[in-house]
């Protein structure tokens, strides 16, 4: 069993920064992608990111691409998500989440090990 626990969220005013974490704990060792994805109220789930666990190589979609950036640390067993310049459409609620696969892709079907969510609202 694997667990995810998302942090980091919080208010921030348009153009500022936040970072994520993701902390993973229980078979770490059967990891093989975590993945970021948001809520907002009404809306889909939207795919962020996602990130290779064994070669830490990232995978992002192209409306998130230069703005967030995944990350991992393994001695921590700890993935974040580092955003930047955000707006307040960026408002929503943030959810990490295991793969199933080496490269799960956008789908949230292809995660599983959910997190609560952690609340992201931006400020205009």
């Known amino acids: 069993q694997v667990q995810v626990v998302e942090s980091g969220g919080g208010f921030v005013q348009t153009g500022g920064s936040l970072r994520l974490s993701c902390l993973v704990s229980?078979?770490?060792?059967?990891?093989?992608?975590v993945g970021w994805f948001r809520q907002a109220p009404g809306k889909e789930r939207e795919f962020l990111a996602s990130?290779?666990?064994?070669?830490?190589?990232?995978d992002y979609p192209v409306p998130t691409k230069g703005r967030f950036s995944i990350s991992r640390d393994m001695t921590k067993n700890t993935v974040y998500l580092q955003m930047n310049s955000l707006k307040p459409e960026d408002t929503a609620v943030y959810f990490c989440?295991?793969?199933?696969?080496?490269?799960?892709?956008?789908?949230?079907?292809?995660?599983?090990?959910w997190g609560q969510g952690t609340q992201v609202t931006v400020s205009s």
């Open positions: 229980g078979r770490t060792f059967s990891i093989l992608a």
């Open positions: 989440a295991k793969g199933r696969s080496i490269w799960p892709g956008s789908s949230s079907s292809r995660y599983d090990t």
């Open positions: 990130i290779n666990w064994d070669s830490g190589n990232p």
